[in-house]
């Protein structure tokens, strides 16, 4: 059974900074892509980062210069760095991985139970 926690959501002000973590653990394989999206009322799930095995990165238009993803694979472990917070940031953040748990399974995708970030003006 694979789990993904994620950690280090809350509430912050316009202009400051927060680090979610997610922490994937059970039976895995290979650790593939990882990265993270999130949620606001009333609005449909979108990417905000994701990040390859090999530390090649993508992000949403409305985060780039912002967040910065980051992993470390031997802690099977993935970060979002984020800073310059706006209120429209405020949203569930869910962690997503692509995980292998055998050899003789393709690669599914796991998501964590989400934290909650919010930004005050």
């Known amino acids: 059974q694979v789990q993904l926690v994620e950690s280090g959501g809350g509430l912050v002000q316009a202009g400051g900074s927060l680090r979610l973590s997610c922490a994937a653990s059970?039976?895995?394989?290979?650790?593939?892509?990882m990265g993270w999206y999130r949620q606001a009322p009333g609005k449909e799930r979108e990417l905000v980062a994701t990040?390859?095995?090999?530390?090649?990165?993508n992000y949403g238009d409305s985060v780039k210069g912002r967040f910065t993803i980051s992993r470390d694979n031997a802690k099977k472990m993935a970060f979002l760095q984020m800073n310059s917070l706006k209120p429209e940031d405020t949203a569930v953040y869910y962690c997503?991985?692509?995980?292998?748990?055998?050899?003789?399974?393709?690669?599914?995708?796991?998501w964590g139970q989400g934290t909650q970030v919010t930004v005050s003006s």
């Open positions: 059970g039976s895995i394989w290979s650790l593939n892509a």
């Open positions: 997503n991985a692509r995980i292998r748990i055998s050899t003789w399974r393709g690669v599914d995708d796991y």
């Open positions: 990040i390859t095995s090999g530390d090649s990165m």
